[in-house]
Structure formats: C-alpha cells, structure tokens
C-alpha cells in the first residue's frame, strides 16, 4: 500500500508571511522528495482558510500604509521599517512585492474561491500564488469578483463554476469551519503546518526546516521493521561469506 502523507496549511492571502511560506515549504518539499525518493503526489497538501482581520472592509480606504498604522498602532516610520523588512526576505525568495501598490483589502471571497478550485479538481497551489500575486505585487483587489474569476479560470474551473463558488452556501460554510478548526487546535496566526496530523510547524520557516519536519513526519509512516528475538544464548555453527565453521 502507498505511503501517503498529509499536509494541513492554515494561511491568508492578506498576510505577506504566508506568501513567502508557501515558496520555503515548496523548497523544503522538493529537497524531502528528491532526497528520499518519495513522489511528490505522494504528500497531499491541504490549504485551509484564517482571517487575520474579518472586520476589514471588503476595500479600505487608504494605502498598506495607512491601514497598519491605524490598526496596529504603529507608527508610520514602523510600519515602513516592518514592511521593508518584509519585502527584503520576500525578495530573498524570488517573490516581488510592492507594499505601495497593496489594496488593503477583505480577504474572505478569496477563500470563497480557493475552496471552489478545490471543490473542481483546480489548482489549489497555483491558485494561492496567484491570489498572493496579485495583491501583493500588481496592486489587485482580492476581493474584486472579477478578479476572482479570472485567476479562478486561469487555475482551471470555469467562470461560471468561480461565480457560482463565490456565493454557495456550502463553501461559506466549509471555509467557516476552517476558522473553527484553527480555534480549536489552538492556531493563533499564519502560516500554521499540521504535518502528518502530529507535528505543528509555525510561520514562515526556512526551507531546511520543513525537509526535516517532511523527513520526520514520513519516517514514522513507514512500516515498522520487526524486531527478531534471538533464542539461543550462544551462536551455532554457521556458514558466511568467509565460508564456515
């Protein structure tokens, strides 16, 4: 029987950290699988929907700027000290962003469309790059339905499966039980890894640390190799390699 292994990810496409973890994770899981040999279709990953401000306006009526001074209590000089900081180690894993060009903005209709691209059979993981992309580096407004649909269409469901999506009652409704399972396991910010349904890794860490973690979790999904009692209180005669007794 195949060896599956599962991955859980909390993350927000409002959150910058969780942008720069999706690339480190991909990393780490390339390193794991080329290493141990291990198909990557065998380690299934899961996103799952957190909100780090549900109460922001579906778009806020200012810059990045502007929004985290007001909501973080930060100052001005701060926040640009913070995000400059931000963008540095985006830009150390090959991610652009453009905190000037960001539109603050509610993030819960792009979850409404990554659980319907999952729903279809789409591209989750190109999905959550695209949503990261666009409100991070070309100034889009992620909770745009137009928006939505297009990047919906380019991960492959229809327009018409991402309108329909966008308004179900059902996907709402699996995305607020994403909320409700991160209260409950105790999930105070994202990116958050459930690996295995055992070992929690928390932000967005390096690349090695989540190969070690893959490598952890795997190996103790592997069979167990019994263990041989020996009877005897003293070895027979035998014969090896080197011929025999």
């Known amino acids: 029987m195949t060896t599956t292994l599962r991955v859980d990810i909390w993350s927000d496409i409002a959150c910058p950290w969780c942008y720069i973890g999706q690339a480190r994770f991909a990393k780490g899981l390339d390193a794991f699988a080329t290493a141990n040999g291990v198909d990557r279709a065998d380690v299934h990953v899961t996103w799952h929907s957190y909100q780090l401000d549900p109460t922001l306006p579906a778009r806020f009526d200012g810059s990045e700027v502007d929004y985290l001074v007001q909501t973080k209590g930060m100052t001005r000089q701060q926040v640009e000290q913070m995000t400059g900081q931000v963008a540095a180690a985006a830009a150390g894993e090959g991610l652009p962003i453009d905190f000037d060009a960001v539109v603050p903005a509610n993030s819960l209709r792009a979850h409404y469309l990554l659980k319907t691209i ?3 059979g789409g591209d989750v993981d190109k999905a959550e790059h695209a949503l990261f992309a666009a409100h991070f580096a070309q100034g ?13 269409t380019e991960c492959g469901i229809s327009a018409e499966q991402a309108r329909a999506g966008l308004d179900d009652d059902t996907i709402h409704a699996e995305v607020q039980g994403d909320f409700a399972t991160a209260r409950s396991i105790g999930v105070s910010g994202v990116p958050f890894f459930v690996l295995g349904e055992k070992y929690a890794v928390s932000g967005a860490q390096p690349p090695e ?7 952890r979790t795997w190996s103790e999904l592997q069979p167990a190799k019994p263990q041989l009692i020996n009877l005897d209180s003293a070895p027979g005669e035998a014969c090896g390699p080197e011929g025999c007794d």
């Open 118 to 120: 999952a729903r279809h």
């Open 140 to 152: 889009q407004v992620i909770s745009d339905d137009e928006v939505l649909v297009r990047i919906g």
């Open 209 to 215: 640390l989540f190969t070690q973690a893959l490598e």
